[in-house]
């Protein structure tokens, strides 16, 4: 925005024209950014295993631009084609959110207590997905000179502590390590990888207290709180940062 634009009282989107493929869309956190995104002006790809045309449709209905995909995470030919698709589509890809993640329905246990196919298959969708999707992207991003790249993380990695298990905390760990190694290696191509890392946002009464009370900010999270960091991460504002982990939690603990 222009010193004109804020005094004139001009909307001006932060995200006007830039195209943004978010994963695990359909849903919860993912629609969320797809919304948010769209409202500021991205055009928006919502990727995920369930339906995303309801998303797609709530952002036309808002008169945004939006497209869907339904993928699976760990196929290469899928990531590949949906890459496809957009480019034909929109002849760009500017940023990457790898938001899809097995939580929801993963079973929940002790490490000793969580069967082997569950460690598998969150590992898989985990680690092996946000793999696959960002191998998938990155070359459209290194001919255009420039990209970025939000992968999401949890703060279950820094309380040691996960409702789900250890193997979702342990799959979150890993997505750190990743997005570090990536902002040394696509550094030289412009591209940026930065780690988004929400607190829980528990559904039980008694856990959506215990959370509270934790906080600084003593209120449920709601994840229209993440928003303002996710755009800044696709913007123009965050060129220079790469390699970082951004902590949105209320103050429920300090890095």
């Known amino acids: 925005a222009t010193e004109s634009d804020i005094y004139s009282g001009v909307t001006v989107m932060q995200l006007e024209g830039r195209v943004v493929v978010v994963t695990g869309g359909g849903r919860a956190l993912g629609r969320s950014y797809c919304l948010g995104l769209a409202a500021e002006g991205a055009r928006v790809v919502v990727a995920d295993l369930i339906d995303p045309q309801p998303v797609v449709e709530e952002i036309t209905r808002m008169g945004g631009d939006a497209v869907g995909f339904r993928f699976d995470i760990r196929s290469f030919d899928d990531c590949a084609g949906m890459v496809r698709d957009t480019l034909g589509r929109w002849g760009k890809i500017d940023a990457l959110i790898n938001n899809a993640a097995y939580f929801r329905d993963a079973a929940r246990g002790g490490f000793e207590d969580v069967p082997i196919s569950e460690i598998e298959k969150t590992l898989s969708v985990n680690i092996l997905g946000t793999w696959i999707m960002t191998k998938a992207v990155v070359p459209a991003m290194r001919s255009a000179g420039s990209g970025k790249i939000i992968n999401v993380s949890s703060a279950s990695v820094y309380k040691g502590i996960s409702a789900t298990g250890p193997h979702y905390l342990t799959s979150k760990a890993a997505i750190i390590g990743f997005s570090r190694a990536l902002a040394r290696e696509l550094g030289p191509d412009n591209i940026s990888v930065n780690t988004l890392v929400p607190d829980a946002i528990p559904e039980g009464?008694?856990?959506?207290?215990?959370?509270?009370?934790?906080?600084?900010?003593?209120?449920?999270?709601?994840?229209?709180?993440m928003l303002g960091t996710v755009i800044y991460l696709?913007?123009?504002?965050?060129?220079?940062?790469t390699g970082q982990s951004f902590h949105v939690n209320g103050g429920s603990y300090f890095v």
């Open 234 to 241: 696709c913007g123009g504002g965050s060129d220079f940062v």
């Open 205 to 225: 009464e008694e856990a959506l207290g215990r959370a509270i009370d934790a906080r600084c900010f003593r209120r449920r999270q709601l994840p229209e709180d």
